[in-house]
């Protein structure tokens, strides 16, 4: 024993054996259990996309330790807990390239490029999993558990998920027990409440995460469903459905209590898991997709930086009150802070500088004015050529009038008509032949487009024909007959008289519309070509061929 | 009716290795006894006697000048020689070098015992000053001034017995063995302070002492005493969090108990007060517990003040493994050894011979994974790794927003920190950059 001791550090000598690695691995440890219900469930697939999910996490963060020559950091197991909370928060049937790219943009963009492990500002895993969200068909398959998933082709049935039932405001058809254990449509690792609760147990008890945020997370969720229980559902139950439903537990137990992402202090734990509980039921209510515990993390995790300043212990040994009187004054301030600052230009001239020419310093002004202000200006004036001349070559006033007209039109042929949809039939004789709906969306009729000869030229004319073979209105889209002559036969009230007639319309005699003197060419042409109609539609309708109610 | 602080944490305690262990004599006294002048946080003392003067158990050997505290001879024989030392607290100090002569005579000028019912204030502050009393639980604050400065401003008196730190017992086995002296002691004390109540205060981990001071309470039937156990927590002998365990008041920032008109005094202090005031001895003696894993048999000692700790070890057997670490005043506040030539002071409540599997040698401090143990741990309501964060990134006016002067030193952040980040040096160098106004900061942080 040597007589001189070099002391090694300062006071603690002690240290927790706790470590990092530790902590890391007692997450891992907990998740097993939920790792293990889904390969129960869902196949050994379960296992080999954990698998993959993991080992791209592991490669992703050597590789970039190794191209950016920083020291290897796969040692402390981080990335395993990131690629195991990736894998269990996606769907068996998820193809094996999802959890690598969501491994590469969790590992890489939110972890490493802002410094690595307790330097990102989100969850890896689960900005990872999001990603993955965004693509629509991964959400949209669930697979029906003990559906055991093949390995290599995924031919899942896809499953609803109690949140879809949710989502409507009903309740799913699995019962309680069964949601407890299970067996239902969801991610890999969220499906089985039993199993998670058992991974909080153990992380409390190892002192790797404390209750706070958990606890005020699933508190702020069960609060909020108890009181907004929809009508004939007892709140007690909605709020077991609402707690046990989708990946509320996963989120709040392992995503929420990621120590990176989450606030340092007690007050701000608390805030945390209530931002996180209004987030979510907020997204689960009024978002178009059912589960918003993802988004609600995530979204939480970005004001982070904010809480941990809101949550900072107050000082010791100043009592609440005084604590608040503090912070209250310290608020006051800075808004006092905030004021108004007239702004001061300086329009003094230049004066001309040695060797200058008297006007020499205002055109360096103007320069100087010019270089600061052009590149803006030029910007703007290249937007605005950008946007007057989208507005100069497309022709939205014509292409408006177009519609309006045929609105007109669609209002003259058929009165009751409120939208007009063209069918793709184009019988011989006709234009076009639109199918005109009522206000309930039912089928009124067809109003369809003929051309005649009349007295000057071609008389362009849309003919409504109800179901009934019975003529709605005669609209004029066209023609050029001489004016004040043919134009007669042209008036409404001439053209009224074509109301209520069916079969074929002569022009004496029985079921007859009398010519207009002097139009006796114009009216011959409209009747010709309200006849022609009439034959249309009898001919569609007797044809039977086509079901025109599905073409709109 | 206990309160509870925030933070703290839970080390392991490991007092099982002594706290069976009576407080026992020396067998062999040590060949030299040395008595540093600096055994007073204010300053050295003043020696009294000259290489060669003969000395006798009990007599003053240095006295309280402007600084320091008086210091007697606890054994008898010759000064060998007044010189640097090697101090407890590091390097090398003036020290008295007494030559031990084996033959334990005291001295006969020692002052009459006084009257525990006539006791007065003043009284009392005299003879704690006469008798070199020092705050013994590590704080080394002479308690004469505590006294004086609490008197008629305080209403509870704190006996603290608390002993958070891990491996010491000997405040422990004193309470245990004398409980009645320390109950005498105290009450005296705050007869003369005016104090309504009288709390001594243990951990649970005492519970059979607990169980003795009841039975002496129950039979003296003085109710102005009381004991209360408290659940183990470290650091709850630190003064401002004792207070709050107690009253549930907040000493305010910057103050001292009495700001909170309560005075904690430690179990040895008060022993030792009460064996000045009723028998006329000054401190010479402690208790002293030799323990740790690489000691052969831990014991708990009633030491001289003065004798060397390789003495105190070698009594016990000596080292069986090899010690990592040496320690006095216990593993979480105390200090690493130099040397074991350095003698027992009155502060020194134990000896720790720490073996690398306990000690956990230092590992290479990782990165904050910012998972805010160090924030629920610190009991004066800091943000250890916050204040971290903004050393690093320079920011001066964050920091001083964040009130580093409440720091105490206490290492509950270091002790928790997963990631073995020596988070007390940080807060230290943090205030201390905020004090000088960030002048001397060279950019780098300590690792």
Redesign the interface.
Known sequence: ?T??????????????????R??MLDVMVALTPALGMAIFFFGLRALALTAVSVGSCVLFEALYRLLTRQRQ?IG?L?ACVTGLLLALSLPASTPYWVPVMGAAFGIIVVKQFYG????NFMNPALAGRMLAGTLPMLMTTWPQPMQKLSLAAVDAVSAATPMSYLHEGSLPPQPLNIMFLGQRGGCMGEVSTFMLLLGLVYLLLRRVI?ARIPLAYLGTVAVIALLSSPEGISPPVWTAYQLMGGGLLMGAVFFATD????????RG?IMFGVGCGLLTVLLRSSSSYPEGVGWAVLTMNCMVWLL?RLG????????NFAATRDKLAEMRASLAEIKFVRPQPDFKLPKPSEGQAPGEAYLDLLRSALKTVGPFASVFLATCLVIFGVHRFTDLNTARAEIQAEYEILSQAMPLAVVGAETPYHPAGALSVTAGYGEEGHLLGYCVSVQSQGFGGPVTMTVGVDLNGVVTGVAIESHSETDRVGTEALTPEALARYVGRSGTIRTSGSNSVDAVSGATATSKAITAGVNRALNIVANLDTAGEIDYEDTQ | MTHSFFGGVYPATRKEMTRRKPLARLSVTPQEIVIPLIMCADGPATPMVRPGDPVLVGQPVARRGQTGAAAFASVSGRVAAIEDRPHPWGGYSPAIVIQNDDRGDHYEGRPTPLDPRQLTLEQLVERVEWAGIVGMGGGCFPAWEKIARSAGKTDTLIVNVAECEPYVTADYRLLLERSEHILRGAQAIARCLRCERVVVVTEGDKLNAVEAVERRLRRSGNGRVQIIPVRTCYPLGAEKQIVQTVTGREVPPGGSAIDAACIVLNVATVFAIQDALFQGRPLTHRAVTITGGAVTRPRNLWVPIGTPLRHLLETCGGLKEEADLIITGGPMMGVALQSLEAPVMKDTNSLVCLTAWEHKPDTPSGVCIRCGKCVRACPMHLAPTIIRRALEDHDLQKLSRYHLEDCNACGCCSFICPAQIPLVETVAQAASLVRKGGASYDGQLRA
């Open positions: 024993m007589a001189s001791y070099a002391p090694k550090r300062m006071s603690p000598q002690l240290r927790q054996p706790s470590t990092t530790a902590m950091s402390d981080s690595g492990l307790g330097r404390s120590p990176a992402t989450s606030p340092v202090t007690p734990h941990d900072l212990p107050r000082r010791f040994g100043i009592g």
